[in-house]
């Protein structure tokens, strides 16, 4: 019997592992650097140990310094016997997976250096089956990413110019993508030259994360949400993104960053589209974006003065967190004495479409807070209380929905009842539903999710320029407003606290409160 | 909160008609304690009802830690049946407890013990007490008295059938027990085996290969298949029922005709001759293994070294050959055990296309807790169903009902 090669493989078919991961070449470039350390390679063991991936998969780390591919290969094993969730590593895995890790020496911004890299891929490609296909993952700088790419393109290596081989491309950057509007729209015109929009993988790690893929499924798998979920039964929605850390090592990205940029661009938005976009026509990673990029697109943009009302920064100052002294953000080694960079920021927001016009949707996000908590919050309309007059109906805590993305991960409704007995008592009760953390294995992380997504090929789970492109706009529109404000308009706070006293006014002016957490 | 209950007889007696009533004060009872101290009031949710049937109530006892580690990943109510036919008959016997564990585990247990003729009114008993509306899960712990009223009544309560044929002593007669009960219940209820979840890193490995077009035409032209697995010994005895479900995998995807497979017992071994989808033989060696290969001959596993730890169970995979060949052209793939039985490494070779070889941990891909894998599927698993019915053929059920051949 002959049968074409090209059928998809008989014995994959029904298996809980339908789709794989074709052999490929992973090349990271900066992979001696700290994100490539804690990260990158720990999840690429992990997923070795689990999936597993498939026996031809490489990894070729290439950075400035001279190393062996021996030197690169003990550093991997460092990273994950320091930061796997299934540390320390297992000899006998370790031992066949490593074959497959090179380093290469190379200059981001030498081109000859690529002609030699495009070589060493090229007879890695002969000797390990990986069929010219490769990942390149930029965990470097953000300024070299179009120099990278540029010369990646020039060497043959870019997706555009594959001189007629067989074999993909794919392209994976980190966050920040841009700093602004005009500098994102920059750097993908740069990206552009080398690669198309369908090869470009823009991470955002909150894509990864279990719970967060859980909002889709709670919405559209769920008969009973859909009918309410609009402007008609819900009363406004608060996301609140709360840290407990301060901003620790990456000072010199942050002072520059700020509170907004760092989370409320990319990962805030990213919960906000989960929570209000309508429902895809199916998964598919267009379908999906499509939907997400509605709803920013429906953000109704700032007016002049609006950014004093309706939004709020604040820095932490020096005090105590759990019993222990803490520096102010000013006092941390590295932040300028004067520093203008908020720790903290509040913002109030509308999404002018069908489902959502007049619902309010709070965002607030802050370092050294109260306690580290990811949360949506759905409140509902009051309904109206006159049949229960007297009873206390009135102060009663409307219906609230509460997505839980970390700790604790979990859905709570919260809802009124009778207190058992005679009078007409009524009170808030709290049904939780908590997913179950799996047994003695932590699950997967995001980087692990995100990384095998790509190597499948599949972008659902990354950032399509036009998203990042309308989560700059708001962005933006932010800071311009921020920058004709007076210094007194950065609200210090207590570390511990949740955030500046002005936060309450924000949204207490609407007769509304923030959540207690 | 603490581990308030891990014990069967940390449970509490209950009267059969109110089981439902007594297990609500018991949750808020919990929940009460835990006001007054101002916990977190404990959830009491269950994404389904997993129904455990055993022989003694000993056995009950060991399954509950068991069972509870299951809840971290779902939730449950638990009914563990102690039924044990040939014990005095003292009527059903029940208890019931709550209990919170590690991480956010939680769940309800419901215990049944019946001894004599009450064993057959357990259904009556057992199936009321199933959360309406969510998957059911029936697990039969040891060989199910087939053909019995019991067995086919718990069967039509429940949506999903567990068993384990690599704990059952007639292995042949079992599958083909299990296949029968699958095309008589398969409108309502979804049969499947833990033998057949606990070999799934195997068959992945195995289709990996086959991943690569290069590689591919392979698998369409298998000349041999050798399968070995671990043999046991006076204490726990031999199955090859792992064995021969990877081999009726194989063949079901593959349209191998089985018919004329019967087994020629070789030099410790089963020979089968079967046909491939154009008709040429493809030979199937299955072999009880009692030993590691290594260079220069084989190492015998020591009784001390399982008692170290060093262990695997009778009838677990030990390797996988298979060997095809293209215009004369031979590819060889191979999956075998390695030496501390906790890794299986991996060598291919084919002509004009390089396949690095590869170490697996096998426990990291699911090859130790495939229960927990059970309770996540919920429908039909047809790729097992085929399968299934190929291995009954293989090991002698009448291929004429079935229209396969
Ligand atoms: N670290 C994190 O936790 C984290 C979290 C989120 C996002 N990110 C993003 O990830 C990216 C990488 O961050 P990182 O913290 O890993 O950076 P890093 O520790 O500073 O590492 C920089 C890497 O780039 C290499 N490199 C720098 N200049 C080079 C040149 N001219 N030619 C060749 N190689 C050069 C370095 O190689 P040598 O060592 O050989 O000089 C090193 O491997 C950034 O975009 C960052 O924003 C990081």
Same mark, same amino acid.
């Given at each position: 019997m002959q049968i074409p090669a090209i059928a998809p493989n008989p014995l994959r078919f029904g298996m809980r592992t339908a789709r794989n991961v074709q052999p490929c070449i992973m090349v990271i470039f900066g992979a001696t650097g700290d994100l490539t350390h804690r990260k990158l390679i720990p999840a690429l063991y992990n997923l070795a140990l689990e999936q597993p991936l498939p026996p031809q998969f490489t990894v070729v780390g290439v950075a400035r310094r001279a190393f062996s591919d021996e030197q690169f290969r003990q550093q991997a094993l460092e990273s994950v016997n320091n930061?796997?969730?299934?540390?320390?590593?297992?000899p006998a895995v370790w031992e066949t997976f490593s074959k497959g890790f090179f380093y290469h020496q190379l200059q981001f911004d030498n081109p000859d250096d690529y002609q030699s890299l495009a070589e060493r891929l090229k007879q890695l490609d002969a000797e390990r089956g990986t069929q010219s296909n490769y990942i390149y993952y930029l965990a470097t700088p953000p300024s070299f990413y179009p120099t990278i790419a540029n010369n990646l393109s020039a060497g043959?290596?870019?997706?555009?110019?594959?001189?007629? @081989?067989q074999g993909w491309s794919r392209i994976i950057v980190e966050k920040p993508f841009g700093h602004n509007l005009e500098s994102a729209l920059a750097l993908n015109h740069e990206l552009n030259k080398a690669f198309s929009e369908q090869q470009i993988y823009r991470i955002?790690?909150?894509?990864?994360?279990e719970t967060v893929q859980n909002i889709m499924v709670l919405r559209f798998a769920n008969g009973i949400f859909e009918p309410i979920w609009n402007r008609r039964y819900i009363d406004n929605v608060q996301i609140t993104v709360a840290e407990t850390l301060g901003v620790g090592g990456r000072v010199d990205y942050y002072e520059e960053a700020g509170a907004l940029r760092d989370m409320v661009q990319n990962h805030m938005m990213q919960l906000l589209t989960l929570v209000a976009m309508e429902p895809p026509v199916n998964f598919d990673a267009d379908a999906v974006r499509d939907e997400k990029v509605k709803v920013l697109r429906a953000i109704t943009p700032y007016a002049e003065g609006e950014v004093a009302s309706d939004t709020l920064r604040g820095q932490y100052g020096p005090g105590m967190i759990g019993g222990e002294k803490v520096l102010g953000y000013r006092e @941390?080694?590295?932040?300028?004495?004067?520093?203008?960079?908020?720790t903290y920021t509040a913002l109030k927001l509308f999404i002018e479409n069908w489902r959502w016009a007049g619902v309010p949707f709070y965002l607030r996000h802050g370092k050294r807070l109260t306690k580290r908590i990811t949360e949506i919050a759905i409140q509902f309309n009051r309904p109206p209380y006159l049949l229960f007059q007297g009873t206390g109906a009135d102060q009663m805590q409307p219906n609230v929905l509460s997505l839980r993305i970390q700790p604790n991960e979990g859905i709570s409704l919260l809802f009124d009842a009778k207190v058992p007995g005679q009078e007409m008592q009524l009170r808030s009760v709290n049904m939780d539903f908590l997913y179950g953390s799996s047994f003695g294995v932590e699950p997967p992380e995001a980087y692990e999710r995100l990384l095998l997504e790509c190597m499948l090929g599949d972008s659902t789970l990354f950032t399509r320029i036009d998203e990042t492109e309308y989560s700059w706009r708001l962005i933006d529109a932010i800071e311009r407003g921020w920058a004709k404000m007076p210094a007194s308009a950065l609200h210090q706070y207590e570390p511990g606290t949740w955030g500046p006293k002005e936060a309450a006014t924000l949204i207490e002016r609407d007769g509304r409160t923030w959540r207690h957490l | 909160m603490s581990e308030t209950q891990t014990s069967f007889a940390g449970l509490r007696p209950v009267e059969l008609d109110a089981v439902e009533r007594e297990l609500d004060h018991l949750w808020r009872d919990a929940n009460l304690q835990i006001a007054s101290t101002a916990g977190h009031a404990i959830a009491r949710n269950s994404v389904l009802t997993l129904v455990t049937v055993t022989t003694t109530e000993a056995e009950a006892q060991q399954l509950q830690g068991l069972i509870h580690s299951l809840s971290a990943q779902h939730p449950s109510r638990a009914i563990v049946v102690a039924a044990d036919a040939s014990k005095a008959d003292e009527g059903i016997t029940g208890y019931i407890g709550t209990y919170t564990g590690q991480g956010n585990s939680y769940g309800e247990d419901i215990v049944l013990s019946a001894g004599g003729a009450s064993v057959s009114h357990l259904p009556g008993v057992v199936l009321p007490l199933i959360v309406s509306g969510l998957p059911s899960f029936l697990w039969w712990t040891s060989e199910p008295p087939w053909g019995s009223e019991l067995l086919e009544a718990m069967v039509d309560g429940c949506d999903r059938f567990i068993i384990d044929t690599s704990e059952m002593s007639n292995v042949a007669h079992s599958i083909r027990s299990l296949d029968d009960l699958m095309r008589r219940k398969s409108a309502r209820c979804a049969i499947s085996d833990i033998s057949w979840t606990a070999q799934a890193p195997w068959r992945d490995i195995v289709a990996q290969f086959f991943d690569s077009v290069v590689v591919r035409p392979f698998i369409y032209n298998v000349e041999r298949l050798t399968i070995e697995y671990a043999a046991g010994d006076e204490y726990m005895p031999s199955n090859s029922s792992q064995a021969y479900l990877f081999a009726g995998w194989l063949a079901s995807r593959l349209g191998?005709?089985?018919?004329?497979?019967?087994?020629t017992p070789g030099d410790g071994s089963m020979q089968h001759t079967l046909h491939d989808a154009s008709g040429r033989i493809v030979a199937l060696e299955v072999n009880a293994r009692y030993g590691i290969p290594q260079q220069g001959g084989l190492i015998q596993f020591e009784k001390e070294e399982r008692d170290e730890g060093v262990f695997v169970r009778p009838g677990a995979l030990m390797s996988i050959y298979i060997a095809a060949r293209i215009d004369g052209q031979l590819g060889t793939f191979a999956v075998a055990r390695e030496r501390d039985l906790e890794h299986a490494t991996t060598a291919c070779q084919v002509p004009q296309a390089s396949m690095p070889s590869q170490t697996i941990h096998l426990a990291s891909v699911g090859e130790t807790d495939p229960l927990a894998q059970q309770l996540g599927n919920l429908g039909h698993d047809s790729v097992y169903e085929e399968a299934l019915a190929a291995t009954a053929l293989m090991m002698g059920a009448s291929s004429s009902r079935r229209g396969i051949s």
């Open positions: 930061f796997s969730r299934r540390s320390p590593a297992s043959g290596l870019g997706g555009h110019n594959n001189s007629g @081989e955002d790690h909150y894509l990864g994360k @941390e080694p590295g932040v300028k004495a004067n520093s203008p960079t908020e | 191998w005709h089985i018919r004329l497979a019967q087994p």
